[in-house]
């Protein structure tokens, strides 16, 4: 009732305040060199905006542009990521992390970054952050209720004080409660940039300042499943559900500092050009497990297990394991570009990382594990980039010139037939260093402490992309050699007493994975049935990675307009499905997934129901999610121990103002 309610307060005032307003002979303009594109009085020599001087910039400076419609594809990304998350599989709670049902969308670095994964899903990188160029002040709000008590907001501003200097700022944060004990989620991600460029373009640069915490209290999932897979209406209420650890949280802080900008040596844009650029990147994060009480009290049908559930500890109580990273990279270039040629880049690069704990752990005298890694990398590459009539190429390599060995070769194409019709390549092989907590780690935990010296990773692949009106096409093959991963190493006796060790691995033999992804939308009338489908298929000598091999989302609509066009709505359902596969599952202490071949999860159906509605620049979004939890068997899981999300009813909106 709350949500229809809040609904009505805010649907009623944008239909009474979207009318058409008359000047006063008597107001004094203040406009300046524009109006918005969504002002109503017209002014004379006012010159009004349009929808494509509001641009959104990347890092590779690609350029897109605000879009306040309403579309399956925003809805899609109605969510705490803002993207579309088909291939992800969310645990119950808003703000955990997610298992990977479609391994393309791991992404890689050749540098090694800190690890533990699974805290980086909503963590924002470097070539996340955008940059922009609004021709009026342009404010957008977003909202989602959350699971429970809690909120989850992304408040955004940018504007150019001038022509030629941007600002930006923005601020998403987080809380929610969840559904089961132990579970709350609370999370900020904190944005600044800037981008400045002189008039004749001489000089440019883009520029971010970012802070992000997340904080996730960690239950290590429920110790029954047979509880919660009954039928017991007493367990419909899951904070009766008895989980694994009561108090235990995990806490991922960073702070970063981004440059990159360029000057023309010559002083007039010419057909040919030279340029100097220069890339920075200083970064740090800090990442704490924190398990106040060590023992934990489970009961069973018969009795009650006092089990600590990651082993022997060295501490009784108040378990609190902090890593800390700190990295610098710095790129410096020299950039040739031709009008028929295009342009071609040269560096070279430092990258600096420094990963530390406070203290040295002695096993023995031959048996020590370390207290930080330091490194020191120097690369040399280039970079071409052409941009010719239906023709658009991006083709990077570098190659370390130091000690360790690390390359990557990216190359991207793309052919454009028409407006409609356009086809993406793109082959990459990389050479890379393993993430740090792959080759030290320290824990109070007796098992969670190693220190290794893995060999690089090395992944090839191959993907083709076929946008067309009739159907879109994604092929994906990759090659894994010298794969890390982290394995089960719990003892059959270990697993009776509800104890879960894990450790890092490096897979000898080669992976081969292929995946095929295909999407297209069938509309009758006002109708619409929108599908996605992905088939996936892994050659390897044993189960290490580990998929399912089949995913698909349909969503069948209806879409039409009242009250003269002024609302416009798109109401339907939306199925999920995946086959059984051994899922993934997830270890809190260090924030990773690892392979296990116990327990297979899928093969269940989820349904959505939805109604989305837009006025003007306002989209709402009410969606009743996986509404036949209500009336089927609870066997639905996000990994083998943690449960995934019950029916729940949900409203959001997103709110542009253009001022």
């Known amino acids: 009732m709350r949500i229809f309610i809040f609904l009505y307060l805010l649907v009623v005032p944008t239909l009474l305040f979207s009318q058409e307003k008359n000047a006063s002979k008597n107001n004094l303009d203040m406009n300046t060199k524009y109006s918005s594109i969504t002002d109503t009085v017209k002014k004379k020599k006012a010159k009004i905006a349009t929808i494509d001087q509001y641009q959104i910039i990347t890092l590779e400076h690609d350029t897109t542009y605000v879009d306040t419609s309403l579309t399956l594809k925003s809805a899609y990304k ?200 220069h890339q920075l990147n200083y970064e740090n994060k800090f990442y704490e497990y924190k398990q106040p009480t060590v023992t934990s009290s489970i009961k069973t049908a018969t009795n009650t297990l006092q089990v600590q559930r990651f082993g022997d500890s060295y501490l009784t109580s108040n378990i609190n394991d902090q890593t800390r990273f700190e990295k610098l990279y710095n790129r410096v270039g020299l950039t040739y570009e031709n009008t028929l040629l295009g342009k071609f880049n040269f560096f070279i690069d430092d990258y600096r990382s420094n990963y530390e704990y406070n203290r040295i752990i002695v096993f023995a005298p031959d048996s020590i594990i370390p207290n930080h890694l330091y490194l020191q990398i120097n690369n040399f590459g280039a970079q071409y980039e052409y941009q010719k009539n239906k023709w658009n190429g991006r083709f990077f390599y570098s190659r370390s010139i130091t000690n360790q060995s690390l390359s990557d070769l990216d190359a991207k194409l793309r052919y454009n037939l028409n407006d409609k019709i356009k086809f993406d390549f793109r082959y990459r092989n990389i050479n890379k260093l393993p993430n740090n907590n792959y080759n030290l780690y320290q824990s109070s935990w007796v098992a969670y402490n190693w220190a290794n010296n893995f060999k690089n990773e090395k992944i090839n692949s191959l993907s083709a992309e076929v946008l067309t009106p009739w159907v879109n096409l994604q092929a994906h093959y990759s090659v894994l050699k010298d794969h890390l991963y982290f394995r089960d190493k719990t003892t059959a006796t270990q697993k009776d007493s509800l104890i879960q060790i894990i450790e890092p691995a490096q897979y000898g033999n080669a992976i081969n994975y292929l995946e095929i992804k295909a999407n297209k939308e069938f509309k009758f009338g006002k109708f619409a049935l929108d599908n996605t489908f992905l088939y996936q298929k892994v050659d390897q000598s044993d189960l290490i990675l580990n998929v399912p091999d089949f995913v698909t989302r349909n969503t069948l609509y209806y879409s039409t307009y009242f009250f003269k066009k002024a609302l416009y709505i798109q109401t339907g359902f939306t199925f999920n499905y995946f086959t059984k596969y051994y899922g993934d599952s997830y270890n809190p202490v260090v924030s990773e997934f690892f392979v296990q071949t116990d327990k297979k999860i899928g093969d269940f159906a989820t349904f959505d129901f939805f109604v989305n509605a837009r006025i003007r620049q306002t989209r709402f979004y009410l969606k009743a999610e996986h509404f036949n939890a209500a009336f089927s068997q609870s066997n639905y899981y996000s990994d083998p121990n943690n449960p995934y999300r019950d029916f729940v009813i949900r409203f959001g909106l997103v709110w542009n103002f253009f001022q």
């Open 78 to 277: 109605q969510n705490h990521l803002r993207k579309d998350t088909f291939g992800l599989l969310p645990f119950s709670n808003i703000g955990q992390t997610y298992n990977t049902l479609q391994y393309s969308l791991t992404s890689f670095s050749p540098y090694p970054e800190i690890g533990f994964k699974g805290k980086h899903f909503n963590y924002m990188e470097a070539d996340e952050i955008r940059y922009y160029s609004a021709a009026t002040p342009l404010t957008e709000l977003f909202f989602n209720t959350t699971i429970n008590k809690g909120q989850n907001v992304d408040s955004f501003l940018t504007l150019n004080v001038s022509k030629n200097l941007n600002f930006s700022i923005a601020y998403k944060g987080l809380r929610s409660e969840g559904d089961y004990i132990n579970q709350l989620v609370s999370a900020g991600n904190f944005r600044f940039t800037t981008s400045y460029a002189t008039t004749d373009r001489r000089y440019a640069i883009n520029a971010h300042y970012t802070y992000q915490d997340i904080l996730n209290e960690e239950n290590g999932g429920i110790t029954t499943t047979s509880d919660f897979e009954s039928d017991n209406k007493d367990y419909k209420n899951r904070q009766r559900l008895q989980v694994f650890l009561t108090d235990a949280e995990s806490f991922l802080k960073g702070r970063r500092l981004f440059f990159d900008h360029a000057f023309r040596i010559n002083p007039r844009n010419a057909s040919n050009n030279l340029y100097v650029t």
